[in-house]
């Protein structure tokens, strides 16, 4: 089979390097340092069912999820920790609140992480020492997450509310509780739900301390505003070299979650891409069901071994130049649709074989990236 070359653009540097942090390791997934952006979630399921949740976790994973938290609010929640931790194919941090006994429970279960939230474990304080003891000596990071939502109420006095300034001052004072037991493998969040409040203090924190960053817009919303969102605070932040983990907070399935997380990497040139679909808005030029075709095609080539860009065009306007500039592409109209690959003509077939014929383009080449 003839190779042909990707021809995929090189991505330019992002403005700014990217900020130096201390590594820890969520079980084989390293975060911060030198590793690469990952991408995590969280399971909606009750953790006690088990089946479900690792159903979930399956389902996340197949997806691009690389870590995964389980909620742990009750004794049944934790016991079932073991199972899902030894089971599971990616990392699994139990997240706790109130209680700080889950926080044990996790670590004797084999938890890769645990997540613990100051503003609403003032208890934690006085066992500190305790759990850092207990997590130093499994290996098992902590990380310090502070939500707008949930923040003490001696910050919010002390600032007026969940301010930029008043969540950075709660995540640095619960990690000096831990730096006091010589406890560091720590990962910080500051999540607010407003983009511009989140973007302030995760800069600040990125000045104070030198912890990886997990980067969220806490209650981000439905799947579009949500997503909105993320991505402005996300691409911000990560062009100027801040966060070293990502979790998109969506009212939407997790498994959306992770779609939009991969994607925004990939947008930033922080994951290898794999399948872009280009294709047009549509308008009255169009004489193509551009929606439909452009849904057919991204279902056609989901999980293709290779990066692709494959362009769905529906009028001769922008459709020769944008389907000659992609892997493969069609340009539609008058009931024909042009298969082009890198730039050439090699078709013309019919629209209802569109999707066919761009598929058979595709398994017919041998790619290189």
């Known amino acids: 089979m003839r190779q042909i070359d990707l021809g995929i ?51 996340l994973t197949a997806a691009g999820c690389q870590i995964v938290r ?17 089971r599971s194919s990616i990392p699994v941090i139990a997240d706790i609140h109130f209680q700080p006994k889950y926080v044990f429970a996790a670590i004797d279960a084999g938890c890769a992480g645990v997540r613990v939230n100051p503003g609403n474990i003032r208890k934690f304080d006085d066992r500190v020492g305790e759990i850092a003891a207990a997590a130093g000596a499994a290996g098992v990071p902590i990380r310090i997450g502070v939500n707008a939502g949930s923040l003490d109420k001696r910050q919010i006095a002390r600032f007026g509310g969940a301010t930029a300034e008043a969540l950075v001052a709660s995540a640095l004072w619960e990690c000096s509780l831990f730096e006091e037991h010589g406890f560091r493998d720590l990962k910080v969040s500051v999540k607010h739900h407003d983009p511009l409040v989140m973007i302030e203090a995760y800069r600040l ?38 966060g070293d983990t990502i979790r998109v907070s969506l009212s939407a399935p997790p498994v ?49 071994p290779v990066p692709l860009r494959v362009a769905v065009m529906g009028c ?8 000659s500039a992609a892997d493969l592409g069609v340009s539609s109209g008058n009931g024909k649709g042009q298969i082009f690959v890198r730039g050439e003509v090699v078709r013309t077939v019919p629209e209802s074989q569109i999707v066919e014929a761009l598929l058979e383009e595709a398994l017919s080449r041998e790619w290189t990236e």
């Open 9 to 59: 653009p090189s991505v330019t540097a992002l403005p700014a390097a990217r900020r130096t942090s201390r590594k820890v390791m969520i079980g084989p997934v390293a975060v911060g340092g030198d590793a690469p952006v990952s991408v995590q979630s969280m399971t909606t399921t009750l953790t006690a069912d088990v089946d479900a949740t690792l159903q979930q976790i399956a389902e």
């Open 205 to 242: 924190l990125a000045r104070r301390c030198a912890y990886p960053l997990h980067l969220g817009v806490t209650e981000a919303g439905p799947l579009t505003q949500g997503t909105v969102k993320s991505s402005v605070a996300f691409g911000i932040l990560l062009a100027e070299g801040i």
């Open 316 to 323: 001769v306007v922008n459709g020769p130049g944008e389907a």
């Open 70 to 86: 389980v909620a742990v609010p009750s004794q049944d929640d934790a016991d079932a920790l073991g199972m899902i931790a030894k």
């Open 256 to 304: 959306e979650e992770v779609k939009v997380g991969t994607q925004i990497l990939e947008s930033l040139g922080l994951r290898t891409r794999r399948l872009e679909i280009v294709s047009c808005p549509s308008c009255g030029r169009a004489q193509v069901d551009v929606y439909k075709l452009a849904e057919q095609v991204e279902a056609a080539f989901s999980g293709f």
